[in-house]
């Protein structure tokens, strides 16, 4: 069975200062790995994505995350959180036709 | 490229009642799925179509039921309408549908519907 663990319901961090939502999941088979971002009043749009090859994948508006098969994990981070970031991120996981997400993390991002 | 539209956006509806949501994906992409985001429950999966056959379903119960048309435009029903359905319903598609593809998804910014 597909399950995603995020870890915190919710993370606060002040502007300029790393970003990191944790995800771990578990597969049977090797995944297909996405990081979606929420806005208020919006549907999800698509971060990043790991499928094969290099394990470090960069997406959008600054954010990377890096697949650590050993650790079943695939943590989003960004170097320098703006304010423009705060948005709740789900973690995904893509496997045999169907979409497991996470619970979710709402970033929250103080001045 | 237009994005996945969904219809409407808001609505209400009273206990009892049906309801019928509207997707129209992004061109060329002919697989849709169908989700329900609430704060207790999260994100969760309805069911996926493609080339106009339901693929996969979700836990739900059969009042909720979808259907795709030949165009790819998609529709799910709900009826008998609960308290409990009030929800962000999102819609996404992808090009294809097949197993271990890994195909990215992109969401429709969702119908609200609240039962009351």
């Known amino acids: 069975a597909q399950s995603v663990t995020q870890l915190g319901s919710h993370v606060s961090v002040s502007e300029g200062a790393l970003v990191l939502l944790r995800c771990n999941y578990s597969?049977?088979?090797?995944?297909?790995l996405f990081w979606y971002v929420q806005y208020p009043n919006q549907g999800l749009q698509l971060l990043l994505k790991y499928t094969t090859g290099a394990t470090l994948v960069k997406g959008i508006n600054g954010f990377e995350a890096e697949f650590k098969k050993s650790e079943t994990s695939f943590h989003l981070t960004k170097p320098s959180a703006h304010m423009s970031d705060a948005a709740e991120y789900f973690c995904a996981v893509h496997n045999f036709n169907k979409f497991y997400f996470g619970s979710g993390t709402k970033l929250n991002v103080k001045p | 490229k237009a994005g996945v539209t969904q219809t409407p956006r808001y609505l209400i509806k009273t206990r009892g009642q049906q309801v019928t949501l509207s997707c129209s994906p992004i061109?060329?992409?002919?697989?849709v799925s169908w989700y329900q985001q609430t704060p207790g429950q999260g994100l969760q999966f309805l069911f996926e179509y493609f080339s106009e056959t339901q693929r996969n379903k979700g836990n739900f119960p059969g009042r909720f039921s979808g259907r795709q048309f030949s165009n790819s435009r998609s529709e799910m029903n709900v009826s008998t309408l609960e308290l409990g359905d009030s929800a962000l319903y999102l819609c996404?598609?992808?090009?294809?549908?097949?197993?271990?593809?890994?195909?990215?998804?992109?969401f429709g910014e969702g119908s609200w519907l609240t039962v009351v």
């Open positions: 996404a598609s992808s090009l294809s549908s097949g197993p271990l593809s890994g195909n990215t998804i992109y």
């Open positions: 597969s049977s088979v090797p995944p297909y």
């Open positions: 061109s060329g992409h002919r697989s």
